[in-house]
């Protein structure tokens, strides 16, 4: 493989590894603007099989 075909190896794995942490970061922004929810887990786990169990899910 010569040094150039390297090089753009490198560049393309660079882009790959910038895109993917782009996509985190905006993942985690709009988690953070969802804000934060004031149940516990136990009651998000109640409410969701709650709600399955009203649409036959469960």
Known sequence: ????????AISEQQKKR???LE???A???AAEE????KRTPEEIRQ???A???SNDDL
Not at 1 to 8: I, T, Y
């Open 1 to 8: 493989m010569s040094m150039s075909e390297e090089n753009s």
């Open 18 to 20: 910038t895109a993917e």
């Open 23 to 25: 996509a985190l970061r």
């Open 27 to 29: 993942r985690l922004i």
């Open 34 to 37: 969802s804000g934060f929810s």
């Open 47 to 49: 409410a969701a099989k």
């Open 51 to 53: 709600k399955l169990k």
